[in-house]
């Protein structure tokens, strides 16, 4: 039976159960090299972003796991004033240190856990599942699946049993989330939602890629930029194998060029003629020409890029082709800042981007199609 709070929850003539909501925002983040709770998106941080997203489901109680006092000064003050924070009594043991805490403050009949760092966790696994609690006592783990891949990290337990599970595998010296479910009765969800729901942001790259499906899922063309820091590093030739691929695939794609010269026109032989030749259902020269007044070449490549019948565009730019950039790795450094770039294409070491190697346009057109059609 759920406590008073529990009154406003889901209600069955059989029981009532009480839902809140634990996340999980006090890692290290070494990965990340900073605080992933902390990090922008959408005109607020990942955990303010997501918080303001769990508005969709009435939470009886909003838990949030933190070794240092998040900032929620941006949060409607009705929200904020929900929101309990608490920290781990056991130090240093990842996510299950997060959930012993969390599930000791928390009185609800059962608690959804989601970790900090899912960008497009919408909560529609909840929503499916929240008419069936009143009416499987049994279960004590409703586990997503997705890709074949368990989601503890974004799973409703009831919290009683769970408490139990989490205390006794750090007590035993047990660190992995997945090593309570043997001691739970576990309910699979296969249908659990798009892979892109449970995407999180570990590194720097994975952060980059997230903002770059993020901007295209806001357009009404989706676009990747080819640039390198010299004229003959390859952009034309890797664009016209890339739009060769995809279209192999079965997308529509749409290429727009960058030109400093004036006046110019597309002929035989040209890069726009060779892209066309690849399969690109529509091509474009951006020149001086085609800037309206006060407009950036970037602003323009991106305008002219939105107009085009394609599902993806890709442009092709030294310098000012919009985020996000895929940038041929040369000698010379690169011509724009390093935030703009999400991917490179060559050898290198550096966590702020993901690499791929130049031969291997199967794997780059795939991660196109990942920052563009997720």
């Given at each position: ?140 783990l409703f586990l997503s699946m997705s890709e074949s891949r368990p989601q503890p990290l974004a799973a409703?337990y009831r919290r009683g049993p769970a408490l139990e599970a989490v205390q006794a595998a750090l007590n ?61 590093d390859g952009k034309t030739s890797l664009a016209v194998q890339v739009i060769a691929e995809l279209t ?127």
């Amino acid at each position: 039976m759920g406590n008073a709070k529990g009154e406003s929850a889901l209600t069955n003539t059989a029981r009532t159960v009480s839902l809140g909501l634990i996340i999980l925002a006090g890692g290290r983040s070494s990965r990340m090299g900073r605080d992933k709770a902390a990090l922008p998106w959408r005109g607020a941080t990942l955990l303010t972003d997501l918080l303001l997203r769990s508005q969709g489901v009435a939470f009886d109680e909003i838990i949030v796991s933190a070794n240092r006092p998040p900032d929620l000064s941006a949060l409607p003050p009705d929200l904020a004033a929900r929101i309990i924070v608490v920290a781990d009594s056991f130090q240093g043991c990842g996510p299950l240190g997060g959930m012993e805490a969390a599930f000791r403050a928390c009185t609800c009949s059962y608690c959804l856990v989601l970790s900090v760092d899912l960008p497009f966790y919408d909560f529609s696994p909840v929503k499916q599942i929240l008419p069936e609690l009143a009416q499987m006592p049994q279960v004590d783990l409703f586990l997503s699946m997705s890709e074949s891949r368990p989601q503890p990290l974004a799973a409703i337990y009831r919290r009683g049993p769970a408490l139990e599970a989490v205390q006794a595998a750090l007590n035993a010296g047990k660190r992995r989330v997945l090593s309570i479910a043997d001691k739970l009765a576990v309910r699979i969800l296969d249908d659990a939602g798009a892979p892109i729901l449970y995407e999180n942001v570990n590194t720097p790259s994975a952060y980059k890629a997230a903002l770059a499906i993020d901007a295209n899922r806001r357009r009404a063309v989706p676009i990747v930029s080819l640039s390198a820091a010299r004229s003959g590093d390859g952009k034309t030739s890797l664009a016209v194998q890339v739009i060769a691929e995809l279209t192999r695939r079965g997308y529509a794609v749409a290429y727009v060029k960058s030109t400093h010269h004036r006046r110019c026109r597309e002929k035989i032989g040209s890069d726009t003629d060779r892209a066309a030749q690849a399969g690109a259902v529509q091509t474009l020269l951006c020149s001086p020409d085609d800037m309206a007044d006060g407009e950036g070449k970037e602003e323009a490549l991106l305008r002219l890029a939105q107009q085009m019948a394609a599902d993806v565009a890709i442009v092709e730019s030294r310098s000012h082709g919009p985020f996000p950039v895929l940038y041929i790795d040369g000698p010379e450094p690169p011509p724009m800042h390093p935030d703009h770039i999400t991917a490179v294409i060559g050898r290198g070491g550096n966590p702020s981007f993901c690499y791929i190697a130049p031969a291997h346009i199967d794997s780059l057109c795939s991660y196109i199609l990942y920052l563009t059609t997720s």
